[in-house]
């Protein structure tokens, strides 16, 4: 992993003289013929590679000592680089010779069959070159010769090549200073689809973006764009930008506008169907507007104005429904394909799967219990208030020091309000009103 | 479209006489919801989505709730029983698989009260309270905009007949049902139905029972009253 990384590192480096690089145990090989005449020759391009290399190794730190060698093939160069000799073959013909003088170590073999070659008096490559191919095939495998013919440019090399990975950073000079955030909407418009081009000829597309506003002699205005779900459509995109720029206030004129990718992530199509009625892929884009909705919402209302409730497994009235950020959520899992039948059945609903008490609940509930005033046996909220049903008697946390020790009544209040209202079991034995059947 | 017969014949009678030949084209406007007669409150055939309180239905036009637009529901203060009577809706709004989207409700949305009520409470979404009322808006506009949501609930005391209709006209484009919960009745709302809770236990009524009032609805010409059961579905 460490060395993948090390490698894609120097990859980078390599790729500023040649846009073919590509990977090979412990060695990297880039093909210059062709960037010769552009570079000025292969001493050019040797002064030019070598320090840039040895400065990367060095920030890597890593010793900054490494062989090289350039040959007409790439296992060719591969051999010679092994040598250690910094050869350079110009020509397929000279090859044959070049090699020759190699020992038979630079193969890499393994153990067995480099003794078997010592012991056949087989010390340099060259006097491989003198046995016959059948017999070579039939003792050393068919590897063994592909590998002397790739090196003499008599079989052909496929190869891993170095991708660089994928980055977008557009700017945009305006040529007047901004004021008004909706002047920056064609510019932004203009950018994203760049943007949106560009993800499409790379099949990708992103969940992360950059936006920033520059100033003049100021600290840029910087919109960060987290996507729920990564995104390459340009109208989504515009939406949230709108959204983002629905909110903000400008601290001052616009000079320039820069946009940058974050992430970027590998496309998810699906197929729009024509015929769209309670078929999975029907759902499925369902399921993608909702979570463009989602999107927007939160980006306007900011992640902790949106909520998602829950019941939890708990005998306290205040901690058995559960408020969590709707973005919280979705990461402890839920949400995940709602309407499943499938998830219905296993898990019975995960709303449904906590048991809750039969005994009727209010359906709002008061943050903050309310106390209610007692007056000459009567009890008030802000009308005269009459019990119905009760008590429910509630007592737990005996153990954590904070008792909790209610009766619960239904009542109701002369205006017609249907409360919930409890008397606490210790202390004043005060009357608190705790929820609204509404 | 509004259309109103000047004569008040009951359709019974005249039925016979110059509609005999004209059955299709009955039949046609009876289906049409957007078209009201003013004789026949009682056969406005069923468009509605059906209350699940029979009595609600018997009063409100097309027997039910609107398929879309803004209904309000008018209580004099919280607590009796305006959200009970949503209960049966939410319900099938959550089997269809829709979000209920909860905006700036005055307390917290109780979950056991409603895993009770057997509403799923993985589809329902609750914008906070302290929400600036600009933001409150624009989420229910956009809310009742996409076909994700079924059902928008919002808790606002006072808004101007603009907003109202403006929010009317986005519920209409997502086929979606908003639910204003208020105080106080504004005449000259927009809204589809005005709904009033009263208070019907001073006239010797049970703990379970509301009165509601119909005050407008379109498509029907005058306020009805009915007493509804709240609890009948728990």
């Not at chain 1, 412990?26 to 570079?39: G, P, V």
């Not at chain 1, 070159?129 to 010769?145: A, I, M, N, T, Y």
């Not at chain 1, 169907?273 to 499925?284: G, H, N, Q, V």
């Given at each position: ?19 073919t ?19 000025g ?14 400065a ?28 250690g ?8 013909d ?64 496929p ?47 992103t ?20 996507l ?67 999107e ?86 802000r ?12 007592e ?43 | ?61 097309g027997?039910?709730?609107?398929q ?40 917290l ?19 906070k ?25 919002a ?80």
């Open positions: 992993m460490q060395q993948t990384k090390l490698m894609n590192e120097l990859a980078g480096v390599v790729q500023s003289v040649s846009s690089v590509s990977f090979h145990p412990l060695a990297l090989i880039c093909e210059i013929r062709s960037s010769l005449k552009y570079f020759g292969i001493e050019a391009v040797h002064n030019k590679l070598k320090p840039l290399l040895i990367e190794l060095q920030a890597l730190q890593l010793p900054d000592y490494f062989l090289y060698a350039a040959s007409p093939t790439v296992t060719g160069s591969l051999l010679l680089a092994r040598s000799h910094n050869a350079l073959v110009y020509r397929k000279n090859l044959r010779s070049a090699l020759g003088k190699l020992p038979t170590e630079v193969l890499w073999l393994g153990k067995e069959p480099n003794r078997r070659l010592y012991n056949m008096g087989v010390r340099y490559l060259r006097d491989i070159w003198r046995l016959p191919p059948e017999g070579l095939r039939k003792r050393f495998g068919s590897d063994f010769v592909k590998q002397l013919n790739k090196a003499l440019g008599a079989a052909p090399e190869t891993h090549n170095y991708i660089p990975p994928p980055a977008f950073t557009t700017c945009c000079e305006l040529p007047y200073e901004l004021e008004n955030l909706d002047r920056l909407l064609p510019v932004a418009d203009e950018m994203l689809a760049q943007l949106c081009e560009f993800l499409r000829r790379r099949d990708l597309s969940s992360h973006l950059l936006f920033s506003l520059l100033h003049e002699k100021r600290d840029s205005t910087e919109i960060d764009m987290a729920r779900q990564a995104s390459r459509s340009r109208e989504h995109l515009m939406l949230l930008l709108e959204t983002h720029f629905g909110k903000l206030t400008l601290p001052a004129p616009v000079i320039a506008v820069r946009l940058e990718v974050k992430r970027f992530d590998a496309f998810m199509s699906h197929s729009d169907s024509l015929l769209a009625e309670d078929k999975p892929t029907a759902r499925r884009s369902q399921r993608n507007n909702l979570d463009q909705f989602m927007q919402l939160q980006a306007r209302l900011g992640d902790h104005y949106l909520k998602c409730i829950s019941s939890v497994a708990e005998h306290c009235p205040e901690y058995a429904s559960q408020q969590l950020d709707y973005g919280e959520s979705i990461k402890a899992g839920r949400h995940a394909e709602p309407n499943s039948l499938v998830r219905k059945n296993t898990e019975g609903g995960r709303g449904a799967a906590i048991r809750v008490t039969s005994i009727p609940r209010p359906l709002w509930l008061l943050q903050d219990p309310q106390q209610l005033v007692l007056k000459n046996g009567k009890l008030y909220h009308k005269p208030v009459a019990i119905v049903s009760g008590p429910e008697r509630i737990t946390f005996w153990w954590s020091g904070t008792d909790v020790r209610r009766d619960y009544y239904v009542a109701r209040e002369a205006n017609g309000s249907r409360l919930w209202v409890y008397r606490e079991r210790s202390g004043d034995r005060n009357w608190y009103l705790h929820g609204y059947f509404a | 479209m509004t259309l109103t017969r000047s004569h008040t014949n009951p359709p019974e009678l005249t039925a016979d006489k110059g509609y005999s030949h004209s059955g299709e084209i009955e039949e046609l406007l009876h289906d049409n919801p957007n078209l009201w007669r003013g004789c026949d409150m009682a056969g406005q055939g069923f468009y509605g989505r059906s209350t699940g309180f029979p009595r609600l239905d018997d009063i409100l036009p027997r039910g709730w609107p879309n637009g803004l209904i309000e529901i008018i209580t004099p203060c919280w607590g009796m029983g305006e959200l009970q009577l949503l209960i049966p809706l939410m319900r099938s709004v959550v089997e269809q698989g829709k979000w209920i989207l909860w905006i700036a409700p005055p307390y949305p109780y979950a056991p009260a409603l895993v009770q009520a057997g509403i799923d409470t993985d589809q329902i979404l609750v914008v309270r302290d929400t600036s009322c600009k933001d409150a808006l624009w989420s229910m506009e956009k809310a009742l905009q996409t076909s994700n949501c079924g059902l928008v609930l808790w606002q005391n006072w808004l101007p007949g603009k907003v109202l209709r403006r929010l009317q006209l986005a519920a209409e484009t997502g086929d979606t049902l908003g639910v204003f919960f208020k105080h106080h009745d504004s005449k000259y709302s927009p809204s589809l139905i005005r709904l009033q809770i009263k208070d019907s236990a001073s006239q010797g009524r049970t703990f379970s029972e509301a009165e509601v009032t119909v005050i407008k609805a379109r498509g029907n010409f005058r306020p009805l009253t009915t007493q509804v059961d709240l609890y009948q579905h728990t």
